[in-house]
């Protein structure tokens, strides 16, 4: 299991986000903008006003193209020169080690035989010799909230 984000469609709600952003009249000549830089997204408003809207904007588009918010971690509000704001938001890529010592706490929880897991890297290895106890912990894991979006690949018949 991974906890990716797709950074295509990361970029294709910043470009629609950015677009909605110049039509807009409440947004016009006000200097706000979005950028994505690497796996930042870098928000720019002249109020906290502004940027609250400008968040609500760019969420909608992300959620719009399949990316899930709990992806995505924002910075503090800070000021910048002529009394703007600005704000980063990180994608999240990977699951931290504490994040992984977590959901493994919660598929040993289960109490299944035959099923371990181990962390590997910034994935998680989830194993075991029947399907339906597979399957069952991925339900049990689609149902917690380890706030990170998690998928789950490699899934052999």
């Given at each position: 299991m991974?906890?990716?984000v797709?950074?295509?469609e990361?970029?294709?709600?910043?470009?629609?986000?950015t677009r909605e952003v110049a039509t807009r009249?409440?947004?016009k000549g006000t200097g706000a903008t979005i950028e994505l830089v690497d796996h930042d997204i870098e928000l720019n408003a002249p109020t906290e006003d502004r940027l609250r809207a400008l968040v609500q904007v760019l969420e909608e588009k992300l959620v719009r193209r399949g990316v899930s918010l709990k992806g995505v971690s924002y910075g503090k509000i800070e000021e910048a020169s002529k009394g703007a704001v600005r704000q980063h938001a990180e994608?999240?890529?990977g699951i931290s080690a504490d994040r992984a010592k977590r959901i493994n706490r919660s598929v040993k929880e289960l109490g299944l035989k035959g099923v371990t897991s181990q962390a590997q890297g910034d994935q998680l290895r989830v194993t075991g010799k029947k399907r339906d106890e597979l399957?069952?912990?991925i339900t049990h894991l689609k149902e917690q909230d380890f706030e990170i979006p998690l998928q789950?690949?490699?899934f052999r018949d």
């Open positions: 991974t906890s990716e797709d950074l295509q990361v970029r294709n709600a910043v470009d629609q986000a009249f409440d947004f994608l999240q890529a399957q069952t912990v789950f690949g490699n």
